[in-house]
């Protein structure tokens, strides 16, 4: 078979209808006429655009323009403000906080809480979330002080102004600060209700939405009155206002830390970090007081103050070996826990910051002097007569008598004006020398000095050179007129002699506890000696005879079975409000047991109105009241000794 192929045949295909002549109609098979030639249709008209080059030139330079813009601006906020900017954001983004540190608690001598610290909160406030525009209502701030005034015990309108300050970028304000947690919760249930019932669909806003609570503490006195004159108080900024808050508010207090956070809203952003330095909590404090016997004294000089009608009193107990204080006891007092009902008269601390003239109880540093330069000794005579003409004045006793024939020692128990000047007459071969030698053991003694006890507000008294000393003052400072001290200053005093001599200085602080447990003793006080132990020994004998002879001016103050050593006394007062002599300070100074001294005791009361003004009558009963208390809590045996029984007067 051949490789070629055959060839293709053709078929022949239906014939193709001829054209007609010109003119004529076209037949059936046949081509259709042409049409008359006329006038060709114009061409469509075509727009031609423009080069879209010099667009996109312009396009692209205004794009380049405003991404140039863009790039300066941020190279001038990363680079060249960097800073500034970081720190603006830094202000608005990130906030401070003080954590406060727990403040120390104080305590008396064997650990019972007077001062405490407890949890309480600071109600804040963020003023931007009480805005008509945050709230929807144009009396946000009106409606939330309305509900938060009596809860917070406050002035409905100063609330008002804090949540509407002026200021209205403000997020935070302190509405009120160290309020208890039932305040808070109070507060925050109240909330709770408000925000449940806006979420119910009601018109009712959520006014307290913008109401926080920060957590602090709030300083609490478990004893209220007691002891409330050393305590002091702690003021609205947590700081010590008074007292041993004050003094020693620095140990107390501690150091507060700080933590810094980020927060958007007023929120805290917990992924943002934050720094934290943590507070250190502030020391305990031990005081040396007994709470048992400073109720006891201060329950017994308040009903005495209140039955006499008197301005005021103060008792002092004080270890005589050591110079504790174990009572400092003032009426009337206050509650350091609302200071708002207290009388300011009777803030501080009267007991050392009243100066005022000790009269007939100051005797005794004549006495000390008298001894101890040998002038005389307690059998010495001394005639006593009914007047005393010294320099311009003349003198007398508390009562007309007739001729007094007393010993030294009588003189004292029968608390003669005229006898002490007579007998410290005898410190000089003129009275000018004389009263350089009395005015040397006064200063010995305290007066005129600072106490020892470093507390604030106290007074030095006054005690001036004895070549300042007028005419009368020659005469009237041997017998406690003409010189001021304070209670503490002549509780001193006789500690001093029933301490053989030695002045120890008081202290009202046996030491503190730090963060970590370990106690701290206070500083030993200084010690000096005054007079020989053979002139105190013999000046607590004749401070006997106050007490226990029958023509002692001390007699109330009696302990059955304990020998007792005191001394009385009644000056004229002067008043603080005039300057002028106005009343009486009466007073009772001592100690007990007199022959082993362990507790000594001073009690005065100023200006009684009702009832006796002597110091015996109605301050022996109080020194009786409270040092029988202490020598039972100290459970201080009596001696079993006989008194001294000095004689009293002489026969001429």
Same mark, same amino acid.
């Given at each position: 078979m051949s490789d070629r192929e055959p060839p293709r045949r053709r078929v022949p295909g239906p014939a193709r209808p001829a054209?007609?002549?010109?003119?004529?109609?076209?037949?059936?098979?046949?081509?259709?006429?042409?049409?008359?030639?006329?006038?060709?249709?114009?061409?469509?008209?075509?727009?031609?655009?423009?080069?879209?080059?010099?667009?996109?030139?312009?396009?692209? %330079?205004?794009?380049?323009? %405003?991404?140039?813009?863009?790039? %300066?601006?941020?190279?001038?906020?990363?680079?060249?403000?960097?800073?500034?900017y970081a720190a603006k954001a830094d202000r608005n983004r990130y906030v401070g906080q003080v954590l406060e540190a727990e403040r120390g608690g104080i305590t008396d001598r064997h650990g019972v809480a007077l001062a405490t610290t407890e949890d309480a909160y600071d109600i804040t406030a963020d003023p931007t979330m009480f805005a008509p525009g945050e709230l929807e209502i144009a009396d946000g701030p009106e409606q939330a002080a309305a509900l938060l005034a009596p809860i917070l015990g406050q002035d409905q309108d100063e609330l008002v102004e804090k949540l509407r300050p002026e200021n209205k970028a403000l997020r935070y304000v302190k509405l009120a600060a160290r309020q208890t947690p039932q305040t808070w919760r109070q507060i925050k249930d109240l909330k709770a209700a408000l925000a449940k019932k806006a979420g119910t669909g009601d018109s009712t806003a959520n006014v307290l939405a913008g109401v926080f609570s920060v957590p602090t503490s709030k300083r609490v006195y478990p004893n209220k009155e007691l002891?409330?004159?050393?305590?002091?108080?702690?003021?609205?900024?947590?700081?010590?206002?008074?007292?041993?808050?004050?003094?020693?508010?620095?140990?107390?207090?501690?150091?507060?830390?700080?933590?810094?956070?980020?927060?958007?809203?007023?929120?805290?952003?917990?992924?943002?970090?934050?720094?934290?330095?943590?507070?250190?909590?502030?020391?305990?404090?031990?005081?040396?007081?007994?709470?048992?016997?400073?109720?006891?004294?201060?329950?017994?000089?308040?009903?005495?103050?209140k039955e006499s009608a008197a301005d005021r009193g103060y008792v002092i107990v004080q270890d005589t070996r050591t110079g504790e204080v174990l009572a400092m006891a003032n009426a009337p007092g206050f509650d350091p826990n609302d200071l708002s009902e207290a009388d300011p008269d009777a803030l501080g601390n009267a007991a050392v910051q009243d100066a005022f003239e000790p009269g007939s109880t100051a005797k005794v540093l004549s006495m000390a002097a008298v001894l101890e330069e040998n002038a005389a000794t307690p059998g010495t005579h001394v005639v006593v007569p009914n007047r005393l003409h010294r320099g311009d004045r003349l003198f007398k006793d508390d009562i007309d008598h007739p001729t007094w024939y007393l010993t030294l020692n009588g003189v004292l128990a029968k608390s003669s004006n005229i006898g002490t000047i007579l007998a410290t007459g005898q410190l000089g071969e003129t009275q000018a020398q004389a009263n350089k030698v009395l005015y040397r053991y006064l200063r010995k003694f305290g007066l005129g000095g600072e106490s020892g006890l470093g507390f604030p507000g106290e007074t030095k008294g006054i005690l001036a050179p004895p070549d300042e000393w007028s005419t009368s003052q020659?005469?009237?400072?041997?017998?406690?007129?003409?010189?001021?001290?304070?209670?503490?200053?002549?509780?001193?005093?006789?500690?001093?002699?029933?301490n053989g001599g030695v002045r120890v200085e008081p202290t009202l602080v046996r030491g503190s506890k730090g963060p970590d447990g370990r106690f701290t003793p206070a500083p030993e006080p200084g010690r000096t000696r005054v007079v020989s132990e053979k002139t105190a020994k013999t000046l607590a004998r004749m401070l006997e005879s106050v007490v226990d002879d029958e023509e002692g001016t001390g007699t109330k103050a009696r302990i059955p079975g304990y020998r007792v050593a005191g001394k009385t006394g009644t000056a004229n007062r002067v008043d603080p409000?005039?300057?002028?002599?106005?009343?009486?300070?009466?007073?009772?100074?001592?100690?007990?047991?007199?022959?082993?001294?362990?507790?000594?005791?001073?009690?005065?009361?100023?200006?009684?109105?009702?009832?006796?003004?002597?110091?015996?009558?109605i301050c022996g009963p109080v020194y009786k009241q409270v040092m029988e208390f202490a020598l039972k809590t100290l459970q201080v045996p009596p001696t079993g000794a006989d008194p001294a029984d000095l004689p009293v007067t002489f026969k001429p």
């Open positions: 054209r007609p002549a010109a003119g004529q109609r076209p037949g059936p098979g046949a081509r259709p006429a042409r049409r008359p030639a006329g006038p060709r249709p114009a061409p469509p008209k075509v727009i031609r655009l423009g080069s879209p080059r010099p667009r996109l030139r312009l396009v692209g %330079v205004t794009l380049a323009l %405003v991404l140039l813009a863009f790039v %300066v601006r941020l190279f001038q906020v990363q680079a060249v403000d960097a800073s500034t002891a409330a004159g050393i305590l002091g108080w702690v003021n609205a900024e947590g700081k010590g206002g008074g007292g041993i808050e004050l003094q020693l508010d620095k140990r107390l207090a501690g150091e507060d830390g700080k933590i810094r956070y980020a927060q958007s809203g007023g929120r805290l952003v917990p992924t943002a970090g934050s720094t934290e330095t943590p507070a250190v909590p502030g020391s305990d404090v031990e005081l040396t007081i007994d709470r048992d016997i400073q109720w006891a004294a201060q329950n017994a000089i308040a009903e005495q103050v020659q005469y009237t400072i041997p017998f406690g007129q003409g010189v001021s001290v304070n209670a503490m200053q002549a509780a001193s005093i006789y500690s001093t002699i029933a409000a005039t300057g002028k002599y106005h009343g009486y300070t009466s007073s009772f100074a001592g100690f007990a047991p007199a022959d082993k001294p362990r507790i000594t005791v001073y009690c005065a009361i100023q200006n009684a109105t009702e009832g006796s003004y002597f110091g015996g009558q």
